[in-house]
């Protein structure tokens, strides 16, 4: 079992992804900015800037921790809520760069490791079929972005054998989704999501497909009850 980078591992989402991981046998390397509580290895890193990625990333290097990278799982998201009419530059600089920029760079960055394992990239989109949402504006542009760069990298490196999946997850159980529905003024039932140690099962499921074939999207919803 190699290494997978997982970046959001102290959310509702990735924490239960790690725990998921560790317990399947992958050794764990998150990337964050608050890392230090987690129980795996980590590196700061705060993702709203891009550009200071690289000497995170080199440090990784230099400890010997990406010689076994087999996976990056990219879960960070953040998800504001405002108008086109409110939000300013700040809002869609820092939801273009945590969403979608910083995921683009982190491939970038692993891309040579991740070459040499034939590795995986997973991106934690949003739920299926999310378009043209009132008040979402910066998210859902994020995200529709975010699955460009999925599709692009997945033509771009299947000569070097690394897959690209992107996962589409529908309401899951976490401090996120209860801000983004109390915002919104829908209901929140944590009871009738997805949970999110179901989500990281199913995420571990997609990483651990046999040599010849692999889910390259995944939708996930809750089930009809
Ligand atoms: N929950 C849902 O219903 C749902 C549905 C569809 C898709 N998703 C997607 O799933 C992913 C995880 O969602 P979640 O519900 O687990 O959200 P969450 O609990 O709010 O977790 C978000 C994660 O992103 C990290 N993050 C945010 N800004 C960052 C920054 N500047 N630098 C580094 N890390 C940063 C947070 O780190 P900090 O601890 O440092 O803040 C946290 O680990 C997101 O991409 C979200 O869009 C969620």
């Not at 699955?147 to 529908?170: F, K, Q």
């Amino acid at each position: 079992m190699g290494n997978v980078l997982v970046t959001g591992a102290t959310g509702g989402i990735g924490t239960a992804l790690v725990g998921t991981l560790v317990e399947a046998g992958h050794r764990v390397t998150a990337v964050g900015r608050d890392v230090g509580r987690l129980d795996v290895r980590g590196i700061e890193a705060d993702l709203a800037e891009p550009g200071t990625l690289a000497a995170a990333v080199e440090a990784l290097e230099n400890a010997g921790d990406l010689g076994d990278l087999q996976a990056l799982v990219y879960c960070a998201g953040i998800s504001p809520i405002e108008a086109v009419a409110e939000a300013d530059p700040e809002t869609w600089r820092r939801t273009m760069a945590v969403n979608v920029a910083s995921a683009a760079e982190l491939v970038r960055l692993t891309l040579p490791a991740l070459r040499r394992s034939q590795g995986h990239v997973i991106f934690v989109n949003a739920s299926p079929g999310m378009t043209g949402v009132p008040r979402w504006s910066a998210f859902v542009a994020s995200k529709a972005a975010l699955r460009e760069l999925a599709d692009s990298l997945r033509e771009e490196e299947a000569a070097h054998g690394i897959r690209v999946t992107t996962v589409y997850p529908a309401a899951t159980a976490t401090d996120l989704l209860a801000e983004v529905r109390s915002t919104f003024g829908r209901p929140y039932d944590p009871e009738a999501c997805i949970q999110p140690e179901t989500l990281a099962a199913m995420i571990l499921w997609a990483l651990s497909a046999p040599a010849d074939a692999y889910a390259c999207e995944l939708s996930v919803l809750p089930s009809p009850r």
